[in-house]
């Protein structure tokens, strides 16, 4: 069938949101780049002709860069783009370019050679050479990526209405879109519990993940509907279409707890990355914070933020709760989403490399203590609770280190005489180490959160963003059942209380089995607290309990899935 | 043709900043300029990457030469780049 160019056309994907919206489409097609060596010259008068446009090009850009960092940082550092536009016109480059452009290369094989051997020159003495051997290697990149024709798009700055389509969204990019304006996104990869679908949630945008190579049929500036209910985006959409998914279904926000029929109180918490979500976590009726990722705080900037930016940022998040606990999860940084100003090794497997606390008790450790020290110092100056849990913890030793840390920042707060308070310390419950530990963790600290992304993870040996085992990746496997039941068991044997944070603890289809388990807290995505709510005021403890004790007795998930369906 | 040695004074020599001033300086005037170590070959000093690469760090001398119509104020404009701490 030949498609017409202008007819409905359905796309089948995974909502990542219980949100649905109509927009417009916009292509985002990040760094796709040609091998320079292997794009075939023009004549040498036309690949001149090329180079200049993108040296002019180029040079637009560094200006336009130069002011806006002038504007919003300072004088000091917008002076790396004058060097930037120096090297740009630097008469021994453009003459070397020009010359392997007379000797029959492309425009960009000529950049690339001609750069190549400056960067060499510099990289072989030592010192501050190799900060310029950097600068060269960004004006590179520049010319390479305007010469190609690579996307430019400032994800930062859509018109609105914007429903954004990629092959795939990084943490960096997702955290550069703009819940008010853009109307949602859609990605060829990815599943539920991947990266991209929790910043949805997390935003409360609509969003279709995992929509497969059939979205590239879907063109620039055409209208799009993204039906979460149906579970597709819809390329021009009938009338009906349009109806159905601007017509909106918004529940009833509750602020304050709620209870079971049966008086077990349970806090519905929000999980949150940013400022911005914080609002969203309020706005939502969230009983307080069950999980602050801060790493999304050191994320898309050049330096790491100071303390005092940390400190205000936390005070913030505990005067927006000033009845309720704020659980804060110190940087939990890896391989995976790297961060441009830290060292990253190069790692086989970064998921089960140098992450969370292995990081912050190694590499990270300055950085770990500026957190520390702005924490503490937010505990006491901030109005709700401050509690604080450590990242991939799977050792006893890890956690007495963390402790004897703490204490050094405490003392050396006290002799400086700041004010400040010891938080709350909890585990993040994310290795199978960390369930057979269990017992031991809940003698030591205050509290576990259980974090049942990784821990499914991990515990069945099947990558969250790898599409291809993601029936593997399902917290309802028995075997991750049971690791859960374990750790609640475990917490409140040794008194500690015990949350869930991961994106199990959102599904409103299991919210009776997670107050069977015997859960204190569940934290999500600010968006599906109404529904979580909802449904607690619905359920009875002592029956969720049975049905909880049924289920962790059967051996398959399709069992479990008929116990928790019945 | 004219000729000045003077002390470089920017703290980190004549590296990002200072070194994109002062080929700014030398391509704002008619005059060719050339820069280079006290006891070394002289290099273009309209040229960030020659400049850069001489390497030429604080508290070391440098060896200006200017050659055209407005040589003198083209050393004057380099000279007092070199000699104000940054």
């Known amino acids: 069938m030949i498609d017409e160019p202008n007819e409905k056309r359905k796309i089948a994907g995974i909502s990542a949101t219980p949100l649905s919206g109509l927009g417009t489409a916009r292509w985002y097609h990040p760094g796709e780049r040609p091998d320079p060596d292997a794009v075939s010259a023009a004549d040498p008068k036309t690949e001149l002709q090329r180079f200049i446009d993108a040296q002019t090009a180029a040079n637009e850009e560094l200006e336009r860069e130069r002011e806006l960092t002038r504007e919003r940082v300072g004088d000091k550092e917008a002076a790396v783009f004058d060097a930037h536009l120096k090297f740009l016109d630097d008469p021994q480059l453009v003459d070397s370019i020009k010359t392997n452009i007379e000797n029959g290369e492309a425009a960009e094989a000529a950049v690339k050679h001609a750069f190549g051997n400056a960067i060499e020159q510099f990289e072989a003495i030592d010192g501050t050479m190799a900060e310029r051997a950097d600068d060269l290697r960004a004006i590179q990149d520049r010319l390479l990526r305007i010469l190609s024709g690579a996307d430019r798009t400032d994800l930062s700055d859509l018109p609105q209405g914007t429903i954004v389509l990629a092959e795939r969204l990084t943490p960096s990019d997702t955290a550069k879109l703009d819940p008010d304006t853009i109307a949602g996104f859609v990605t060829m990869s990815g599943g539920r519990t991947s990266h991209v679908s929790i910043f949805a949630r997390s935003l409360g945008i609509p969003a279709i993940v995992g929509a497969g190579e059939e979205l590239r049929a879907v063109r620039d500036a055409v209208t799009v509907a993204i039906d979460a209910d149906e579970e597709i985006v819809v390329a021009h959409p009938d009338a009906e279409v349009r109806e159905r998914v601007t017509a909106g279904h918004s529940l009833t926000v509750q602020s304050g707890r709620v209870e079971t029929q049966d008086g077990k109180e349970i806090a519905v918490a929000a999980n949150i990355g940013t400022i911005a979500e914080l609002e969203q976590a309020v706005d939502h009726g969230a009983d307080g914070i069950g999980l602050f990722r801060t790493e999304f705080l050191f994320l898309d900037r050049e330096r790491p933020p100071t303390e005092k930016e940390q400190y205000e940022i936390y005070c913030k998040s505990l005067n927006a709760f000033p009845d309720e606990r704020v659980v804060v999860r110190t940087l939990d940084i890896g391989g995976d989403k790297p961060i441009p100003y830290l060292d990253f090794p190069e790692e086989q497997n970064p998921f089960l490399g140098k992450r969370g606390v292995r990081r912050s008790l190694g590499t990270d450790s300055d950085l770990f203590q500026t957190q520390l020290r702005a924490l503490l110092r937010a505990a006491a100056k901030g109005e709700g609770t401050l509690s604080v849990m450590f990242p991939l913890v799977a050792r006893l030793e890890e956690l007495t280190k963390l402790r004897n840390k703490i204490s050094h920042v405490a003392s050396n707060l006290n002799a400086e005489g700041e004010e400040y308070q010891i938080p709350e310390l909890g585990v993040m419950i994310e290795t199978p180490a960390a369930v057979l530990m269990a017992t031991e963790f809940a003698n030591a600290v205050d509290f576990l959160s259980i974090g049942t992304n990784d821990l499914t993870q991990y515990v069945m040996a099947a990558d969250r963003e790898n599409e291809a085992v993601e029936d593997l990746h399902d917290p309802r496997h028995p075997a991750v059942l049971r690791a859960i039941d374990q750790v609640v068991e475990a917490a409140h044997d040794h008194d500690a209380w015990v949350g869930m944070c991961g994106e199990m603890a959102g599904n409103s289809e299991l919210t009776e089995l997670l107050v069977g388990l015997g859960l204190d807290e569940l934290s999500m995505s600010a968006v599906t607290v109404p529904a979580v709510k909802a449904n607690v005021g619905d359920i009875s403890q002592s029956e969720a309990s049975n049905r909880c004790n049924r289920a962790l007795m059967k051996n398959t998930k399709s069992m479990i899935n008929k116990v928790i369906n019945q | ?86």
Do not use: C, F, K, Y
């Open chain 2, 1 to 86: 043709m004219i000729e000045r040695t003077v002390t470089v004074v920017p703290e980190n020599g004549l590296h990002a900043r200072p070194a994109s001033q002062l080929v700014e300086a030398a391509n704002s005037h008619e005059s060719q300029v050339t820069i280079g170590p006290a006891d070394g070959d002289s290099v273009n000093a309209s040229s960030m990457l020659a400049v850069t690469s001489l390497g030429v760090e604080t508290g070391e001398e440098a060896r200006l030469t200017a050659d055209g119509p407005d040589e003198s104020a083209a050393l004057d404009a380099i000279e007092s780049i070199l000699t104000t701490t940054e």
